[in-house]
């Protein structure tokens, strides 16, 4: 059965059709942060014609307020270490390239500035240090191999929802010792917290009020307990016992919570998926893996970089400034396309290719840089690869049997749903 036509045809001829149409748009008229680009994977002319032309772009050109795109890996990185001029505090926008709703803007350690940030970060870090990573990794193979033990065989699922959600989840459910039976909701809350209006996660504002209301009230409760009980080794309970985070307003709380609940569910989630999509577009590298399974260390990075599960991440100049002969104002959003960076062939060779034995596979901006690099970076390598080496000792080979589905968000770059067959 071939499986590869369904998956590169239709990619092929959709890519042509944005080749022609990003390379004659006007670039005063260009808005890549348009989420459709994303959900349709036809972002790459966009950014390759950007990364050419004109690499610090002003788009006045979009339903949101105007902003900066930045695209090329070294003035991204330019940005990312320079947090004393570009700013990630939510009083003044945040970290995403729309400001959050009224009522949303809830602040957290990753959309605040120094010396605050750093002393709330400090309160979760013992989370992911290399001892206690360790500590994990025993839990993570068990889980990994009981769900790989229960999929079907010789038949169509839905690879997101029985392996990338579930393994994710009961990660997140430990992270937060939180009710094992109920994991399912922080999924939930995740994909709510940062679902747009058309993206068919919530059917209207009021809904998704609703939900988060019902995050907020059920993390009081458990905060609430932690406080008043003895410190555990769990990211509510680190929080609650330390001086740096445990006089948090309701907001802060919220901010922290959801900050944790979306790194530790996107990032992980949409790579694992990615992963099993990668490979399949890319036979000769399945091909490369099965031969040599010890190329999972080189793979696992190369596939945060292919994937760039946040797309984005967004500043506010705290005075004038200039990048790239451009003349950024006090003020101005200032957006870092990772995913861009990421496919810079002035830094990575073949950017534009899945290459599982690259020699320098973490040259990439997935889990950003300088005082905002993302604290649980190595978790999630770690459950990848765990995965990984579970998946090769069980399958042959899975079978990417029709087109993902894809978030409707130039943010998280997810995928909603993935059909795979294992042959038996």
């Known amino acids: 059965m071939n499986v590869q036509a369904p ?25 890549p942060g348009a989420p459709r680009l994303f959900q349709s994977d036809t972002l790459w002319p966009w950014f390759e014609r950007l990364r050419k032309e004109e690499p610090v772009h002003y788009c006045t050109n979009a339903p949101i307020e105007p902003y900066w795109s930045v695209v090329r890996y070294h003035d991204i990185m330019h ?20 400001d959050a709703p009224p009522g949303y803007d809830w602040p957290s350690f990753i959309a605040m500035d120094q010396p605050k940030h750093a002393e709330q970060r400090k309160t979760v870090s013992p989370m992911f240090t290399p001892g206690h990573l ?15 033990d229960s999929l079907p065989r010789n038949e169509t699922f839905n690879w997101v929802e ?72 769990d990211l509510l309970s680190m929080m609650a016992h330390s001086e740096a985070t445990r006089h948090m307003d309701p907001d802060n709380l919220m901010g922290n919570i959801i900050l944790l609940i979306v790194g530790g569910n996107d990032t992980t989630r949409n790579t694992m998926s990615a992963s099993v ?39 506010t100049a705290l005075e004038d ?47 950003g840089f300088g005082i905002h690099r993302c604290v649980g970076m190595r978790l999630a390598e770690l459950q990848l690869r765990i ?8 399958f042959e080979r899975i079978e990417v049997v029709g087109e993902p589905k894809r978030v409707y968000s130039s943010f998280v770059r997810g995928i909603e749903s993935l059909p795979v067959r294992i042959p038996g």
Request: one cysteine or more; a positive charge.
């Open 79 to 98: 940005v990312d270490t320079n947090h004393g001029i570009f700013s990630s505090d939510a009083r003044l926008g945040g970290i995403s390239i729309k």
């Open 162 to 233: 029985k392996v990338s959600i579930e393994l994710t989840t009961q990660m997140l459910a430990t992270l937060f010792d939180f009710p094992f039976e109920e994991r399912r909701k922080l999924t939930r809350w995740s994909d709510v917290s940062t679902a747009l209006p058309k993206s068919g996660i919530v059917e209207s504002p009021e809904q998704r009020r609703k939900e988060m209301d019902e995050c907020r009230a059920y993390f009081a409760k458990l905060w609430n307990e932690r406080v008043n009980s003895e410190p555990r080794n």
């Open 321 to 367: 400034t200039e990048l790239g002969g451009k003349k950024i104002k006090k003020g101005d959003r200032v957006v870092m396309w990772y995913v861009s960076g990421n496919r810079d062939e002035e830094v990575i060779e073949r950017a534009g290719e899945f290459i599982i034995d690259r020699p320098r596979p973490r040259t990439h901006l997935s889990f």
């Open 7 to 31: 998956v590169n045809v239709d990619k092929a001829e959709r890519l042509r059709l944005a080749r022609e149409e990003a390379y004659s748009t006007p670039l005063k008229d260009f808005h």
């Open 134 to 148: 360790d500590e994990l990794a025993g839990l993570i193979r068990q889980r990994s191999a009981k769900v790989l």
């Open 387 to 394: 995965v990984w080496e579970e998946i090769l000792k069980r």
């Open 277 to 315: 999509l990668a490979l399949n577009e890319n036979p000769g590298e399945y091909e490369k893996l099965r031969a040599n399974p010890e190329l999972i260390d080189s793979m696992v990075p190369e596939v945060i970089r292919w994937q760039t599960p946040l797309a984005h991440m967004r500043r």
